[in-house]
């Protein structure tokens, strides 16, 4: 059996083993503060658990499970949905043909990429970041130009279309930064709802915003998305990670993208805040939009993926079932191993 880490992996496990080394050569007291659960059943010996800035559990670690920290960490269970949501597939929406792009530095970043998806799929990049998925997503998004090939959405060719024509197409973009890229942090969550409804002539006129329009929908996503703020005229900056996703998330899924691309939409937040992003990405996919996801994470690729395309420095490695991927076989191609078996680049 071949067993790949990826960088990042063997990075953590090599920060964890040092870590323990100290603390069992007595030469330091680590206070760890994650949240990510098998990390701390691993490494520590007692385990606070702060909820809402409050503490609501002190206890010893081999007492605790990673369900158990789950309920107290989000007052309740949380449950995924483990079972990949079963769609029919539709019209193909996306086709991407031999698409190249270069990186901020000048070198190629995206070479030669092709794929489609249709209708109630999600089509997931995986990779280790830094092989091109952000500028991938950034040229789909209208924000970066391709040097080669054609991008078409509905079948109509979009790849010298501006992002904002983009939008008003039915692409809903989600950034992996979610503070410089996907908010600005000294604008109200009003203004910032506005980002992606300024162009609406039901919320502006003449090039001037609706506010009380745009207020009252940043209301109804405040209390759709449970977002945790006193009010909409609070600044995104005050937010916490989960909370401003949950708002960008809120104002690209509620005007019922054709397409949502999702970079790393995940990243960096509790459990909690995953589950609600996760099914809602599930929800746009069994609404009949098309969801493109790039994620590092395996087990959030192979838990609701229909096709995955492992990614090495700028190449799609194989396209692989979600019905048939295998750990060791996406975390190899992700590496650069050449798939270990046909995939269907061609669909």
């Known amino acids: 059996m071949l067993i790949v880490s990826v960088s990042i992996k063997i990075e953590t496990d090599k920060l964890l083993s040092s870590i323990e080394a100290m603390a069992g050569d007595k030469l330091a007291i680590v206070p760890f503060i994650t949240h990510k659960l098998p990390i701390v059943l691993r490494i520590s010996d007692r385990v606070t658990v702060l ?5 609501v559990s002190c206890i010893e670690t081999a007492k605790a499970t990673e369900k158990s920290l789950t309920r107290e960490l989000v007052g309740r269970d949380v449950i995924f949905r483990t079972e990949r949501s079963s769609v029919e597939k539709g019209d193909e929406i996306l086709r991407v043909e031999s698409i190249s792009a270069n990186s901020d530095k000048d070198y190629t970043a995206v070479d030669q990429v092709s794929f489609s998806i249709s209708e109630g799929e999600i089509f997931s990049i ?21 040097e080669s090939g054609k991008v078409f959405l509905d079948s109509v060719e979009i790849t010298d279309e501006p ?5 008003q197409l039915g692409i809903g973009y989600i950034p992996a930064d979610r503070i410089d890229v996907g908010s600005i942090a000294d604008f109200s969550l009003v203004e910032n709802t506005a980002l992606n409804y300024y162009f609406d002539d039901d919320y502006s006129s003449g090039g001037t915003v609706a506010y009380d329009k745009m207020r009252d929908l940043t209301e109804q996503f405040i209390s759709e998305y449970a977002i945790a703020a006193p009010n909409p005229d609070v600044m995104a900056k005050n937010l916490s990670g989960g909370n401003l996703q949950k708002l960008i998330l809120a104002r690209v899924l509620s005007r019922n993208p054709r397409l949502v691309i999702a970079d790393l939409p995940t990243q960096g937040l509790d459990i909690g805040a995953t589950e609600f992003v996760r099914n809602k990405l599930i929800d746009a996919k069994e609404n009949k939009a ?12 192979l ?9 090495y420095e ?3 490695m194989g396209i692989i079932s979600g019905d048939e991927a295998e750990r060791e076989e996406i975390g190899a191609m992700m590496a650069g191993i050449s798939q270990i078996r046909g995939g269907d680049e061609d669909r």
């Open 290 to 301: 098309c969801v493109l996801l790039i994620s590092e994470d395996l087990d959030e690729i």
């Open 314 to 316: 700028g190449k799609i």
């Open 51 to 55: 909820r809402q800035g409050k503490v």
């Open 303 to 311: 838990a609701v993926s229909d096709w995955i395309a492992p990614i």
């Open 126 to 146: 995986a990779g280790v970041s830094g092989n091109g998925q952000r500028e991938l997503a950034e040229v789909l998004a209208g924000l970066r130009e391709a």
């Open 163 to 167: 992002s904002s024509k983009r939008w």
